[in-house]
């Protein structure tokens, strides 16, 4: 048994189903498409987020047909447009602006949001070890490049 090669994917939290995306990306390994999605969802149920959230997974197939997979958390621009109310592209939104520049805003997020996003990113086994205001200054230009700005609610003066 010997390490082929790692496949990543992207699968909906708790509703992984055999079908072509994911037998694409795993038929040539020979691996079965149902036993990983029925693995998948059994590990995926016990995370903290919803049905359908998109997961990313890093499975690493081995010789005999055999694999293993870890769980990441959502992708950083899904987080984003939950925080700020937009809705993706598979949700028949815009998915946030077509070009960036300054004159495209599309949103806004506060840095509050960018330090939860942040929180749950720098969970992932290959941000640990970075610092947590790295990781949320990530979060800030994957957002900017969205074409969604981080801003502190205005205060009302009296």
């Not at 049905?51 to 950083?76: G, H, I």
């Not at 840095?111 to 979060?139: F, N």
Request: hydrophobic residues 35%; glycine residues 8%.
């Amino acid at each position: 048994m010997s390490f082929v090669r790692y496949v990543t994917l992207r699968v909906p939290c708790a509703a992984a189903r055999p079908g072509p995306a994911i037998g694409q990306a795993l038929g040539p390994l020979g691996i079965n498409m149902a036993e990983f999605c029925k693995q998948f969802n059994d590990k995926s149920e016990s995370l903290p987020y919803a049905k359908e959230t998109p997961l990313s997974v890093r499975l690493n197939a081995m010789s005999d047909r055999t694999f293993t997979f870890d769980v990441r958390s959502p992708p950083t621009s899904w987080m984003i447009l939950q925080a700020s109310g937009l809705k993706s592209k598979a949700q028949g939104g815009a998915g946030g602006a077509k070009q960036p520049s300054p004159n495209s805003i599309v949103g806004y997020i506060t840095p509050e949001q960018v330090y939860e996003i942040a929180k749950v990113k720098h969970k992932d086994s290959m941000r640990d070890h970075l610092p947590l205001e790295g990781v949320a200054r990530s979060v800030i230009g994957t957002a900017k490049s969205m074409g969604i700005l981080v801003k502190e609610h205005e205060e009302e003066s009296d």
